[in-house]
């Protein structure tokens, strides 16, 4: 199996994910996956796709990670893992992974700031005197 690319964004996070046929080595911008996400639900959160379709263990992932929080990167390279998935092959992952809801691209974005208020949708506060 050759190498498969695809690419997972969520929030302001941008996850090229490269798939070949592995051990289960998940590398995230030359870093382990324990060392770049500590914390263990966002760890969970990466394999995801591999436990719904049950191939933990049989790919390598190398992932290019840009911009976003912590939360943002995790989900991104989930659904980026599972697009690649799906490419390695359709008949047999695209239904668990589509049924789980990964392939579907999170398009919740933060609201840019108007002007001449605090925030998004937050106005100063009203005097009428």
């Known amino acids: 199996m050759e190498q498969t690319h695809a690419l997972g964004r969520r929030k302001a996070a941008v996850a090229r994910v490269y798939l070949t046929a592995g051990k289960g080595n998940i590398t995230i911008n030359d870093r382990t996956l324990e060392n770049y996400f500590p914390e263990e639900t966002l760890q969970y959160v990466v394999n995801q796709p591999f436990e719904v379709t049950g191939t933990a263990g049989q790919f390598d992932v190398k992932v290019t990670l840009a911009g976003g929080g912590t939360k943002g990167q995790a989900e991104a390279v989930r659904l980026g893992i599972a697009r690649a998935l799906c490419e390695v092959d359709k008949e047999a992952y695209r239904a668990t992974l589509k049924a789980a809801g990964f392939l579907t691209r999170d398009a919740r974005e933060?609201?840019?700031?108007?002007?001449?208020?605090p925030g998004a949708r937050r106005r100063f506060q009203f005097s009428k005197r």
């Open 110 to 117: 933060v609201e840019r700031k108007k002007p001449g208020q």
